[in-house]
């Protein structure tokens, strides 16, 4: 059975040249450490300012949202009248 034995020193011979991916995420080469991040001392939101902020994100969204579809519109108005321009 030469083709299996094949099959598998080749397997084999591509393992070694492969690097060891295990060992780049372990903690002890560069991991992350909860302990030395800094610590942020937040002050605590009250619910009208959580409110107000809820309201500016949605209003934003909503400006960023219309903006796009505008853009959209002007670029695909642009290609149609191109694309008749081209054709006739």
């Known amino acids: 059975m030469p083709l299996g034995e094949s099959f598998q020193a080749t397997i084999r011979s591509n393992k070694s040249i492969m690097l060891d991916k295990s060992r780049r995420f372990r903690k002890t080469s560069g991991g992350f450490d909860w302990s030395k991040s800094p610590k942020m001392n937040l ?38 009248i191109v694309a008749v321009y081209i054709l006739f």
């Open 43 to 80: 002050p605590a939101a009250t619910t009208e300012q959580l409110e107000e902020i809820r309201l500016r994100l949605k209003r934003e969204n909503r400006e960023r949202t219309i903006k796009e579809f505008v853009l959209i519109g002007l670029i695909t108005v642009v290609l149609v």
